[in-house]
């Protein structure tokens, strides 16, 4: 006995691929501009200079880090060389630990994206809140870290 497979599936799933398919080319270009935004930025600022901003205080150094963390953007696994070239430049570990977090987690290059696919509102609440928890998470990581000592 054979089972007739149903027609409705097939047309679903043709029809699926075909709105998928659509929705990437219209992103395409915003993916590009994304990714040469990155490039750029990453470009324009140079370690070895980054370095003479920190040493402040402990809040001054996780707003500039988390700030410099949330303009770049890049692979995780990336953010970790950075930071550990950061420590070798004597920037501070709250510092480092801000830029990693917020590298990680807040995406303004990403987020005329972001905006498109998940909504202009939530896109901007999200980054705020990821760049107050970085800056948040940093501070308590680092206090944490002297309290262990």
């Given amino acids: ?29 915003i993916l590009l501009g994304v990714i040469l935004l990155t490039g750029l930025l990453l470009e324009i600022l140079p370690i070895d200079k980054v370095s003479d901003w920190f040493g402040q205080n402990i809040l001054y150094d996780s707003l500039i880090g988390a700030t410099l963390g ?23 570990l709250v510092a480092v630990t801000a830029l990693l977090v917020s590298w990680v987690t807040v995406g303004s290059i990403q987020f005329p994206a972001e905006a498109i696919m998940l909504g202009r509102r939530f896109a901007l609440y999200r980054n705020l809140l990821c760049f107050i928890f970085s800056i948040l998470i940093a501070v308590l990581t680092v206090t944490t870290m002297q309290l262990i000592r």
């Fill in 1 to 29: 006995m054979q089972i007739k497979k149903p027609k409705i599936k097939r047309e679903l799933l043709i029809s699926s691929t075909k709105k998928t398919a659509s929705m990437f080319a219209g992103m395409l270009p």
């Fill in 70 to 92: 949330s303009i770049s953007a890049g692979h995780p696994l990336t953010s970790y060389v950075l930071g550990g070239e950061l420590l070798t430049q004597g920037v501070s």
